[in-house]
Structure formats: C-alpha cells, structure tokens
C-alpha cells in the first residue's frame, strides 16, 4: 500500500504540474545521506529474483532432511519404526532420539545466551507438545524425504496434557524482576471517584514471514557453514557452536538477505540443530526447510495472554490509581517472556501504580519475539482501558490523554530524552479530523454501515547497544562498508551506504555494503528496534576515521597536488579530497601511497571494552543496552465501518502520526511504520491460532486458515513523522522505528469498533461472531 499513504493534496492543476526541466542541475550525482529518502539498495535484486536467500544456495552433492513431528501434546514415545522410510528410494538417514547424537542445550537469552530456548531435538523419548521435531529423515531429493517422513511410524504413551492456560491445574507463576509498582494503588483505587476495570486478552499469533525457516548446514574440514535467514549472524553461529560444542570460529553463519522474520529469525530453530546434526553425520551438506504447517510448532509465535486492568480516577479526568495484572503463556520447560506490563508504567502520570507479570506453562513449543514483544499486548489492555475511562468521565479520549501528561518515567524517575507525543496526537488529530467525532456510539452511519471513530497511542523503548564496523577503500576508489548485522527488509544496506555518503562524500549508490555473515564485524540482535541506531553509529565513526585517513594523506604525500595544504582547509567530495582548488581522487591517493587498500575498523564499545566485551555484544541478548527515559512515540487514529447485519469489520481509514527521533531514510522509516500498522490491523481484526482444546494441535497451522491482512484488508494510511533529532537517545539523534508502528493499533481498531457498535470487545481478534 505504499502508493496510499499520503491523501492526494487538493493543489489546483497547474499547480500539480512540474516539468522535469525545472529540475536543478547539478554537477555531482546527489550524495543521498543520511535523512534522505533514497530507495533500497537491495530492492532491484529482490524484485529481480536476484538476492539469494539462505535456502537458496547450492552447495555441491546436497542433501534434503524433511523433520517429522510428535502428534501428542505430552507423552514418551514408546515406539518408532524407521525401518521401512531407510528403505525407501533415495533415503540416506533416519535419525532419531535412538541413535543417541548428542546436542547440548542452548542458553537462552533470558539466562545471556542467544539461544530461543534450551530444549533441542532428539535428546530423548518425552514429547512435551504437539508438533515438536522427533525424526528427520535425510534423502536425495526433497520428494524422497518426504515421501519416507511419512513412512515413520510411532507410537506413545500419553500422559496429561495442559493445553489452555486458563486451565485450572495451570498455575500462574511470578516473575519478580516485572514487578512495578510506587505508591498504594490498591488503596487509591478503592477511594478514586470514578472507577473502571477490563479484563482483556489476546490469543496465539504467529510471525509468518513469507520466505520459510530453512537453512543448509555443510560441515567441511572442521567447519561447520550454515546458510540461515538470521536476525543476528553472531548470536546464531554462538548458539549453534554451544549446540555441538564446537570453537566460535569452527562455525560460520550466512545470511546476506532475509525475507522478513519479525522476531521470528532471533535465533536458530531445533530444525538446524537437525540439518547440523546430519551434515556432521554425513560428511554432505544438507537442507532443511520447515514446511509452512512446521512454522507454527518448529518455533513459537506470540503467546496468549490475558490482562486485568483498573483505572482509578478524579472526576476531572485526572488519573488516580493503576492496578494491572496480566500473564503470559509460556512451554513446560522453557520460558519466553511477554512483558504485559512493560508501557502501563510509561504513558500517563499517576500517583499510584501496581502491577505483577505472571507466566503459566502449558504445553507448546516455547513462544517467542514477534514485532514489540511485551509493548504491543500491554499497550492493547491499557489504551481500551482510557477509552472505557473516557467513556465513563464522558471525555472525549484524546482530551484524557493530554490530561494525564507525564514528564517523566515514573518508575526510572528519569525524564525522557524527548516526548513528542502531543504533537503527534495534534497532528494526527487534524489531519484525521478527530474535532468532527460524535462522542456518542452508534451515532455515525453510511447507508447499512455503523461508522466508528477511534484513537490510542503506544510507546517502544530505545535500545543501544554497541556496535562495530569496517570500511575499507581499494585503489579503484571502491568503498566498501561491512558489517555483520542483518537487513531483514527494514533498510540496514541503505542506511549504512547513506551513513557512509554522508561522512566521505560519495554518492551512496556508489557505496557497497555487505552484512549478514560472521565473517564480517561483530554486530548484534536486529531485534528490538536497535540496530539503525547503533550501526549508523558505528559506520559514522569507522567512515570519520577513513576520512581522517584519507585527508592525512593527501595533505602528506609529497606527489599529492594538495602536499602542504591545511587539513582544515580540505573537503571530501565527488570521491576526491579537495582544497585550495586542487583535487585528488581517492583512488589515485591511495596509488601514489602506494596502498592497495585502506582498511578502517571502529566500534562505539567504551574505551575500556576488551574482547570479550564485544563477543559478549556479539552473542548473548544481555548485552542490550538501553538508554533510560528514551523511547519513540505514537498517536493512531482509525476509523472502521461495521456492517450492522453482518458484523463484519472493515478499517476505513488509519492516520498516525510518530516521533521517532531524527530519521535515517524517511522512505523506509514511513516503510516500517505502515507495515507495523498492517500488521495492527491484521491482529485486530483477523490473526487467531486456534489451538485443539483436546490435544493441543494448531488447526490452522496454513496461511489459507491462519488469516493475516493481504491488500484487500488494507485502506489507506497516513503516516505523519514529528520527531526531530534526540541526541540523548542515540549517537546520531535517530530513535526506534521498526516495532513502534504495530504498537497501540489494535486498541485503536478495538476503540473505533467499539465507538461504531456501542460494543465492546476486549478479547482479540475482533470477529464477526462477538459482534452480533
Ligand atoms: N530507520 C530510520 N530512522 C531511524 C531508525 C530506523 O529511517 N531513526 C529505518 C531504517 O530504514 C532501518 C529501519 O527503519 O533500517 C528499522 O530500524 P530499527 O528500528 O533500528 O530496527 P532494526 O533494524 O533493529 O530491525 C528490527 C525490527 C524488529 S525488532 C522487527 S520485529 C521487525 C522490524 O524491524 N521485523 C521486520 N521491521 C521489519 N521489517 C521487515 N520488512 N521485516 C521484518 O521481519
Ligand atoms: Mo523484534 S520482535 O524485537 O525481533
């Protein structure tokens, strides 16, 4: 929808028209630097069919491996049958808890390990839920491994099963490090005046990314290559190296392009554990792919979760108390943690705060990291519930926000870095037309359909952890920017090559970047909205260094024109060192030095960081930094129509306006925003895992059935940009932009349908059935 984000400007004809004449002519190719909005460097090659993804490299002599899955939620096997599938055409292998090839576990990240959980497959007969890896099945061909998967027969001894975490035998369990509170919420909210209470869920959601999980391991010479789509090479090649208790630099993870992850590609799955496992056995490279079904149990998704909420407050609007408990499901033996109380502190000043985070475990592949983890359910509670407070003050919503103002982080008790959120709340609002909103439900119809009008807002912290990079410059006046960090379709390429550009002043079309393998400078977690900010950092500082380099040498070498010359006085530009109206092109400087190349290395690690510091950052999840009283900010403003007769729910319209900081590349950022919204809308009104109440099998584990929001679901969408540059929230002045978008959206639709109907859902998604 790309083409739909700005409403047409109503400018008279002639106005409209601009002759490409009228252009300016310039003498240099622009430089595109950073803040400019230049178009992806890798899209012509993705469009093209050109990138090659993980799973498409071809390795000589290569294998297929196709997983087999448990049928029960919980149970051992007590029997599996593998005989007729090795006889079967082509068959190589078949591997399974039997023939006692060890993995060790992963350390999660939760304990500072890069690893999604520490369960790995195969270890032995206990099943823990429906869907997990029991056999794989190595063949010549992928048919052939196919077809012989399904000539694995097993059998199990069932035990009891916690399928839902609302069953009674699933205990909540605290998790004190969530604990928030200040004050004496629970005596404040029974003296506030006026009162509301939600209790508020959301179901299984799953990342879905449309290239597949799938990797090619290939051990050769004591090297272990895996081509993996990875959110973080570093993080990947440590795990796997903890799986099989190999050195970090006997394993090398590739992953140059990723076609999308969302959280999903934070660290390798159990299937690579298996395609590792075989090729070590083997001796040939082999491939994996999980099957678009496997998606849904091979690695977890977003877990259900259920949210109570109170709202204490003064007759005029002015926010008392707030009581918040909420829970999380996680798996039996692994925790993933979906911080449902992690913005219920941040948004709006109170006096009086509790809230408790609790984890139930239940029988499911461990859930995981998917688009704002934590963020986007506890903005989802929170801002139905000022919606339901505005209700009963019988203040108009966004009035009750700009009431509530907080100045600061009332737990850190930090101010923030900057807080352009009334800004985004008046620009979005004029834009949308938010003053012309009956605050009466059900007052606003066209012809069959109840018109709704509805807002929230959400709020993503600023991560920044350190990070390095290398430049390096060859005799043909090539540059070239490496770094390992991942581009999984947000613009890492771009930015880094605009970064650069910026610094040395060179078209930044004419600037090479290479990411996404270990062999390149360390980088960490494309996860948390971190890594534009700390990469730009990183490749600012290196391209600085590179710069200082290459003006020490023209002003030194005694055949350069501009030998003598003041540095001060020297400017790059056009890819030469310019001053006193002489030039010299890099390329030819680094011919008279008689250099073939120059190599800068930089890093925004402290000054006293050693080595094991930046491996740290390198691997484990715990090195993530983040900068007190920094976050981005949003307003969204939807409007739904409701068909009466139907239930039927269609977004109309969505404006929502974002302070993130200064942006990089206003394209791609307003790309990011408008993909988390789409995203938002799809959570609201369509994504729903519906998971077997009997045996804990995912129905619809398909794209056809697992609905997500395509082109049709989609209206147009204004995205509105009030940051300016916070330099205390990162180097460059840039916030996070990758996960704030789909934050708060789902309230919004929730709030719009509410204000349409007159109903109020609080359990997502909004479907027709909870509507008639
Ligand atoms: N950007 C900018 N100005 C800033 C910050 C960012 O212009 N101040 C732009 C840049 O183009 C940058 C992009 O936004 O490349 C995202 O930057 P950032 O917010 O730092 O996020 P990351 O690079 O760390 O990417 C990860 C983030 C996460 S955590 C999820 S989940 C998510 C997301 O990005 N998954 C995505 N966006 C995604 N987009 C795509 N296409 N696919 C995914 O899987
Ligand atoms: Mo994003 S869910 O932090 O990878």
């Given at each position: 929808?790309?083409?739909?984000?700005?409403?047409?400007?109503?400018?008279?004809?002639?106005?409209?028209?601009?002759?490409?004449?009228?252009?300016?002519?310039?003498?240099?190719?622009?430089?595109?630097?950073?803040?400019?909005?230049?178009?992806r460097?890798?899209?012509?090659?993705?469009?093209?069919?050109?990138?090659?993804?993980?799973?498409?490299?071809?390795?000589?002599?290569?294998?297929?491996?196709?997983?087999?899955?448990?049928?029960?939620?919980?149970?051992?096997?007590?029997?599996?049958?593998?005989?007729?599938?090795?006889?079967?055409?082509?068959?190589?292998?078949?591997?399974?808890?039997?023939?006692?090839?060890k993995?060790?576990?992963?350390?999660p990240?939760?304990?500072?390990?890069s690893?999604a959980?520490?369960?790995v497959?195969?270890?032995?007969?206990?099943?823990?839920?429906?869907?997990?890896?029991?056999?794989?099945?190595?063949?010549?061909?992928?048919?052939q491994?196919?077809?012989?998967?399904?000539?694995?027969?097993?059998?199990?001894?069932?035990?009891p099963?916690?399928?839902?975490?609302?069953?009674?035998?699933?205990?909540?369990?605290?998790?004190?490090?969530?604990?928030?509170?200040w004050?004496?919420?629970?005596?404040?909210?029974?003296?506030?005046?006026?009162?509301?209470?939600?209790?508020?869920s959301?179901?299984?959601?799953?990342?879905?990314?449309?290239?597949?999980?799938?990797?090619?391991?290939?051990w050769?010479d004591?090297?272990?290559?895996?081509w993996?789509?990875?959110?973080w090479?570093?993080?990947?090649?440590?795990?796997?190296?903890?799986?099989?208790?190999?050195?970090?630099?006997?394993?090398?993870?590739?992953?140059?392009?990723?076609?999308?992850?969302?959280?999903?590609?934070?660290?390798p799955?159990?299937?690579?554990?298996?395609?590792?496992?075989?090729?070590?056995?083997?001796?040939?490279?082999?491939?994996?792919?999980?099957?678009?079904?496997?998606?849904?149990?091979?690695?977890?998704?977003?877990?259900?979760?259920?949210?109570?909420?109170?709202?204490?407050?003064?007759?005029?609007?002015r926010?008392?108390?707030?009581?918040?408990?909420?829970?999380?499901?996680?798996?039996?033996?692994?925790?993933?943690?979906?911080?449902?109380?992690?913005v219920?502190?941040?948004?709006?000043?109170?006096?009086?705060?509790f809230?408790?985070?609790r984890?139930?475990?239940?029988?499911t592949?461990?859930?995981?990291?998917?688009?704002a983890?934590g963020?986007?359910?506890s903005?989802?509670?929170l801002?139905?519930?000022?919606?339901?407070?505005?209700?009963?003050?019988?203040?108009?919503?966004?009035?009750?926000?700009?009431?509530?103002w907080?100045?600061?982080?009332?737990?850190?008790?930090?101010?923030?870095?900057?807080?352009?959120?009334?800004?985004?709340?008046?620009a979005?609002?004029?834009?949308?037309?938010?003053?012309q909103?009956?605050?009466?439900?059900?007052?606003?119809?066209?012809?069959?359909?109840?018109?709704g009008?509805?807002?929230?807002?959400?709020?993503?912290?600023?991560?920044?952890?350190?990070?390095?990079?290398?430049?390096i410059?060859?005799?043909?006046?090539?540059?070239?920017?490496?770094?390992?960090?991942?581009?999984?379709?947000t613009?890492?390429?771009?930015?880094l090559?605009?970064?650069?550009?910026?610094?040395?002043?060179?078209?930044?079309?004419?600037?090479?970047?290479?990411?996404?393998d270990?062999a390149?400078p360390?980088?960490?977690?494309?996860?948390?909205?971190?890594?534009a900010?700390?990469?730009?950092?990183?490749?600012?500082?290196?391209?600085?260094?590179a710069?200082?380099?290459?003006?020490?040498?023209?002003?030194?070498?005694?055949?350069?024109?501009?030998?003598?010359?003041?540095?001060?006085?020297?400017?790059?530009?056009?890819?030469e060192?310019?001053?006193?109206?002489?030039?010299?092109?890099?390329?030819?400087?680094?011919?008279?030095?008689?250099?073939?190349?120059?190599?800068?290395?930089?890093?925004?690690?402290?000054?006293?960081a050693?080595?094991?510091d930046?491996?740290?950052?390198?691997?484990?999840?715990?090195?993530?930094?983040?900068?007190?009283?920094?976050?981005?900010?949003?307003?969204?403003?939807?409007e739904?129509?409701?068909?009466?007769?139907?239930?039927?729910?269609?977004?109309?319209?969505?404006?929502?306006?974002?302070?993130?900081?200064?942006?990089?590349?206003?394209?791609?950022?307003?790309s990011?925003?408008?993909?988390?919204?789409?995203?938002?809308?799809?959570?609201?009104?369509?994504?729903?895992?519906?998971?077997?109440?009997?045996?804990?099998?995912?129905?619809?584990?398909?794209?056809?059935?697992?609905?997500?929001?395509?082109?049709?679901?989609?209206?147009?969408?204004q995205?509105?940009?009030?940051?300016?540059?916070?330099?205390?929230?990162?180097?460059?002045?840039?916030?996070?932009?990758?996960?704030?978008g789909?934050?708060g959206?789902?309230a919004?639709?929730?709030?719009?349908?509410?204000h349409?109907?007159?109903?109020?859902?609080?359990?997502?998604?909004?479907t027709?059935?909870?509507?008639?």
């Open positions: 929808p790309t083409d739909q984000t700005q409403r047409p400007p109503q400018r008279a004809a002639s106005e409209t028209l601009t002759p490409p004449f009228a252009t300016p002519l310039t003498t240099e190719p622009p430089l595109q630097a950073l803040g400019e909005g230049r178009e460097l890798e899209g012509r090659l993705k469009v093209q069919g050109q990138a090659r993804y993980a799973a498409e490299f071809k390795p000589d002599d290569m294998l297929f491996g196709v997983v087999v899955n448990a049928t029960v939620p919980h149970g051992r096997i007590t029997a599996i049958q593998t005989d007729e599938a090795k006889q079967s055409p082509g068959v190589v292998a078949v591997y399974t808890h039997l023939d006692g090839l993995i060790n576990p992963g350390t990240f939760s304990s500072g390990g690893a959980a520490t369960y497959p195969l270890q032995s007969d206990v099943v823990r839920w429906n869907g997990q890896h029991i056999a794989l099945v190595v063949a010549e061909t992928l048919e491994a196919t077809e012989a998967a399904t000539q694995v027969k097993v059998e199990y001894a069932p035990e099963a916690l399928i839902n975490p609302q069953d009674p035998q699933a205990r909540p369990e605290p998790v004190e490090a969530l604990d928030v509170e004050g004496d919420a629970h005596r404040a909210m029974a003296d506030a005046p006026v009162r509301v209470h939600g209790v508020y959301t179901p299984r959601e799953y990342n879905s990314p449309i290239e597949l999980h799938g990797c090619i391991a290939q050769q004591d090297l272990l290559t895996v993996e789509p990875s959110q090479v570093g993080g990947a090649r440590h795990n796997i190296a903890e799986w099989f208790g190999l050195g970090i630099d006997q394993v090398r993870v590739i992953s140059p392009y990723v076609g999308g992850g969302f959280g999903s590609k934070g660290a799955h159990g299937h690579v554990a298996l395609a590792c496992l075989a090729t070590r056995a083997l001796g040939r490279p082999v491939k994996v792919v999980l099957t678009r079904p496997q998606t849904f149990t091979g690695y977890g998704g977003r877990p259900r979760t259920r949210q109570a909420i109170s709202l204490g407050a003064t007759p005029e609007g926010l008392l108390s707030i009581v918040h408990d909420s829970w999380n499901e996680t798996s039996i033996e692994d925790t993933h943690q979906e911080p449902c109380n992690s219920t502190p941040l948004m709006y000043g109170t006096e009086h705060f809230s408790r985070h984890l139930v475990r239940v029988h592949v461990n859930p995981g990291w998917m688009r983890p963020e986007n359910p903005t989802y509670a801002e139905i519930a000022m919606d339901e407070l505005a209700e009963a003050l019988e203040l108009d919503p966004l009035e009750l926000r700009r009431r509530n907080t100045e600061q982080d009332q737990a850190e008790k930090v101010p923030w870095t900057s807080r352009r959120l009334r800004e985004a709340y008046t979005a609002a004029e834009a949308f037309g938010w003053a909103r009956n605050p009466e439900p059900r007052s606003m119809r066209h012809g069959r359909e109840l018109i009008w509805g807002m929230a807002s959400g709020t993503y912290p600023v991560h920044t952890t350190p990070g390095e990079a290398r430049i410059i060859d005799r043909q006046g090539q540059i070239e920017v490496q770094s390992s960090g991942a581009d999984i379709g613009g890492t390429y771009t930015i090559a605009q970064t650069a550009a910026e610094v040395l002043g060179v078209p930044s079309s004419d600037i090479r970047v290479s990411l996404g270990t390149l360390r980088a960490p977690v494309a996860g948390g909205s971190q890594l900010n700390l990469l730009t950092a990183a490749v600012h500082k290196t391209a600085g260094a710069r200082e380099m290459l003006l020490g040498l023209a002003v030194t070498e005694p055949d350069s024109p501009l030998f003598g010359a003041s540095r001060d006085t020297a400017i790059l530009a056009g890819g060192v310019r001053a006193n109206g002489q030039s010299i092109a890099f390329a030819d400087l680094l011919k008279l030095a008689d250099r073939d190349q120059l190599v800068v290395h930089q890093d925004t690690f402290k000054p006293d050693n080595e094991k930046r491996d740290t950052a390198d691997q484990t999840a715990s090195m993530m930094e983040s900068t007190k009283g920094a976050h981005s900010w949003c307003a969204h403003f939807v739904v129509a409701v068909d009466e007769d139907f239930g039927t729910v269609r977004v109309k319209r969505v404006v929502s306006a974002f302070d993130c900081g200064r942006l990089y590349n206003p394209t791609l950022a307003k990011q925003w408008l993909g988390g919204i789409v995203m938002g809308i799809g959570q609201a009104l369509l994504e729903e895992g519906m998971i077997d109440a009997r045996d804990g099998r995912i129905l619809n584990a398909n794209l056809a059935d697992y609905l997500m929001a395509v082109n049709a679901d989609i209206p147009e969408i995205v509105i940009n009030v940051g300016e540059p916070d330099y205390q929230a990162s180097t460059l002045g840039g916030k996070t932009v990758g996960e704030v789909i934050v959206v789902a919004a639709v929730s709030n719009a349908v509410y349409a109907t007159g109903k109020r859902i609080r359990e997502l998604p909004i027709l059935d909870k509507l008639i």
